[in-house]
Each structure stands twice: as structure tokens, then as C-alpha cells.
């Protein structure tokens, strides 16, 4: 009875932490792609990132518009103090409006130079997403393992349960010495160990990713996951061309070259003084007229030396970033296809091999156990390797899928 008791107190406790980790019982399935579309339709951060895109298409429309008229008013002689003084006819009073006219297309380079950077901010954006898409799979992938692992950790101690009981039967019958019960008991803190470490491994993994997809339910959801561990049919070469293709960040480099080239050519305009004409009416003690105004300042001094500098400097510093960027795009290719093959090559020996044998043996000590032909330690043993292994397998399909997850971030895109 006592060992009945203490059996359920820890079964309690575990229930415990399986509420604790998941905040409630699960009850949602949510899948890969589920995840992501709730990224892009949720994530506030994203949101964001979204009206970066608005602001620089308030900037295009800004650069657009022309500068606005002046309108002119004033008055002066009017005699004050002078009874018979006339209002019109006794003072001073001038009408006039004025327009300054941009000349050498410096509207038109400023438009261009904001549509420009309306294509980066757009450009931005997407790379905004591919790091955001990453980072969720990444998310969704440690959770479902750290979701897996607890699943073994629980299956592995309901396996310990049934042959501590079968052991206790057979001491009280007397086949069987006190002296192994002991260490059997023992070994149930390995079990309950490893299970609260998976759970709290599934719960931080899980708030990262309810984190990104502003998950709303109040329990966790239940992962659905097929890892893809297939070799890949494209070769290092063919990623790294199509990634220097459809990069986002790539893409947004360009534009800030155009829009820094576009830049050199508005200061370059704005050495070319405006225009300014006007015109109005002018009244003199009775006398009526009208008159023309023509405003050029002289480019004597001035000539927008100074910025045109800054710009050209400027337009070179964006051409070395896309240098460097072509040359970061090669390099994140090669060293995460690398790390992906590596990953897949360990993931399929392991497969092969250690977890195949840890289970087969595990399976087989357990039957020679109920036989009578195995003893306890070997049976623990056993059972110890075979839950080592499978953690460390699913350690190994976390790392692969990470690698995949890193190698589509550096191309660009899904890898099929």
C-alpha cells in the first residue's frame, strides 16, 4: 500500500508539470504551415515592419509635389491724422504672387530617388519575413522534439513501472533479493529526472514559438511534424545562384545602389538655382499699375559642391555593401549546405546503427528478464541505453532540420 501511494504522489507531480509546461491540456493540433500563416497574419512586429512600407510611399508622394505660390500683401503712406485723407488715393498698396519654378529635374530625381526607396523598404520587408519564417520553424522544430522527447521520457518510465512491479511480486514471493529492489527503486530518479528536464524543455520551447505566431488559446497546442531527411537533388553551385536570384536582402541592396546613384544626379540638379517668377498689382497715391518679377540667385559660391561629394562617396559605399553582400550570400550557402550534409550523414549512421541496436537489445533483455534468464542491472541497462539513444536520435532530427531550416534561410526558399 505504501508503495501504491508513493506511486501516485508522483504521478500526481507529474501531472503537475505537464499542466504547468502546457498551461492546460492540449487540445489544438497546429502543423508547420498553420505556424507560418499565423505569423504573417499575427505577429505584430511584423505588422510593424508592414508600415515601414507606408511611410516610404508617403515620402514618393511627398517628393512629388510642387513648391507652393506665395501670395504678397502691403500697404504704407496712408496719412494718419488727416481728416480729409483718402484711403485709396492717399497711400501706398501693393498685390503680388510669386512661384518658384525647380529647374534642372529636380522634382524628377527627387521622385525617383524616393520610388527607389520604396522598393528597398519593399524589399525589406520580405527579408523581414524570411528571418521571421526561419525563426518559427526553428521554434515549431525544438518544440515538436522537446514534445517527442517527453513523450519517450514518459513511455520509458511507464516501462520502469511495470517491471518494478513485476520485481516486487517476485521478491515478495521470494524469487528474487530484497537487495535489486533497492536498486531498482533507485533508478526511478533517473526516470523522473529526465522527464521533468523534457518537460521544461517543451515548455520554454513552446513559449518561443506562442511568442511568434500570438498564439490566443490558453493551452498548448499538439505538434505535427514529418522531417524530411531525403538528400538533396541540387548541388552547392545551383544554391548558391539561385540564392544570389531571390535573396531579399540582396535585392534591397540593389535598390539602395539605384537610389544612391539617383542621389548623386538630384544634387548634382540641385547646383542649378530654382527660378523664381512673379507679378501683381501695385497702387501709388491713385496711381494704378501692374508689374513682372523674375528671381535667380547667381551660382557663384555655391554650386552644391559639398553634397555632391557626400553623394558620389556615398553611391560607392553602397556599391562595396552589394559586393559584400553577393559575397555573404556564397559563403552562408556553402557553410550551411556543408553543415546540412553533415547533420544528415551523422543522423543516418546513428539511425542505422546505435538506435536500431539500443532498441533490439532492449527489447530482447526485457524478454530474457521475464524468462528468467536476464538479470535486473542487465535489464536496466538496457532500458538506460535504449532511452539515451532515442534522446540523442531526436537531439541529432532537431539538429538536421535546424541545418535544413538554415540552409533555406541562406537560399532564400523552400529547398524542393
Known sequence: MAFLRRKSIWLLFLQIIALAGSQGLAQTELDMERALEMYIDRNPNLQAAREQIEMARGRLNQAGLLPNPTFNFSQEGYPVGQSN?????????????????????????????????VQATESELQDFIRLGKAAVKE?????????????????????????????????????????????????????????????????????????????????????????????????????????????????????????????????????????TVGGGYNRDFGTHSFYLALQLPVPLFNRNQGNIRAALAGARRSENLLSWKRVQIRSEVERTFKTYRLQQANLQRLEQTVLQSAVRVAELTQQSYLEGEASLLEYLDALRVKLDASLGFHDLLFQLERARIELEKAVGGELQ
Open 139 to 275: 521554434a515549431f522544430v525544438r518544440t515538436y522534439v522537446a514534445q517527442e522527447k517527453l513523450r519517450l521520457a514518459q513511455e520509458q518510465l511507464n516501462s520502469y513501472y511495470q517491471i518494478q512491479d513485476i520485481h516486487r511480486q517476485r521478491v515478495e514471493a521470494g524469487d528474487a533479493a530484497g537487495l535489486a529492489q533497492l536498486r531498482i527503486d533507485l533508478e526511478e530518479v533517473r526516470y523522473i529526472s529526465a522527464l521533468n528536464e523534457m518537460g521544461t524543455d517543451q515548455a520554454a520551447a513552446w513559449s518561443e514559438l506562442a511568442a511568434l505566431i500570438s498564439w490566443e488559446e490558453p493551452s498548448m497546442a499538439t505538434l505535427q511534424l514529418t522531417i524530411d531527411t531525403a538528400e538533396l537533388d541540387r548541388s552547392q553551385e545551383e544554391l548558391q545562384g539561385i540564392a544570389l536570384e531571390s535573396r531579399p536582402d540582396l535585392e534591397r541592396e540593389m535598390a539602395r545602389v539605384a537610389q544612391a546613384e539617383e542621389f548623386v544626379d538630384l544634387q548634382e540638379s540641385r547646383a542649378i538655382p530654382n527660378l
Open 85 to 117: 485723407a483718402s484711403y485709396f488715393n492717399d497711400s501706398t498698396l501693393n498685390l503680388w504672387a510669386t512661384q518658384e519654378l525647380e529647374l534642372g529635374g529636380k522634382r524628377g530625381h527627387r521622385k525617383r530617388v524616393a520610388d527607389f526607396d
